[in-house]
């Protein structure tokens, strides 16, 4: 089992950069692929990005691809999130979340953080 803590967010404006940080618990983390979901007030919980066991496949929704960038580093276990050239449609409450095996696009991932808010301003 592990245990995801997020933080990072906060307010910035619309142009400007945050960078996330998902700190997993336990000594297994290199096991764990993990993604990054986002949730907007009023919206489902939707996909970011994700990144595999080793950290060699990366995958984005297109609404970030270039902006955005997922990398981890396992002897720290801890998945960051680094985000660049923010917009608006960014806010939202961001997730992190881990899964036992291949990474996935999709929410099947059995463990979930308690979310960090993003808010970016006109």
């Known amino acids: 089992q592990v245990q995801l803590v997020e933080s990072g967010g906060g307010l910035v404006q619309a142009g400007g950069s945050l960078r996330l940080s998902c700190a997993a618990s336990g000594r297994t983390f290199s096991t764990y692929a993990v993604g990054w979901f986002r949730q907007a007030p009023g919206k489902e919980r939707e996909f970011v990005a994700a990144?595999?066991?080793?950290?060699?496949?990366?995958y984005y929704a297109d609404s970030v691809k270039g902006r955005f960038t997922i990398s981890r580093d396992n002897a720290k276990n801890t998945v960051y999130l680094q985000m660049n050239s923010l917009k608006p449609e960014d806010t939202a409450v961001y997730y992190c979340a881990a899964r036992v095996g291949i990474v996935t696009t999709s929410r099947d991932f059995a463990y979930w953080g308690q979310g960090t808010q993003v808010t970016v301003s006109s």
């Open positions: 990144i595999s066991r080793g950290g060699g496949s990366t």
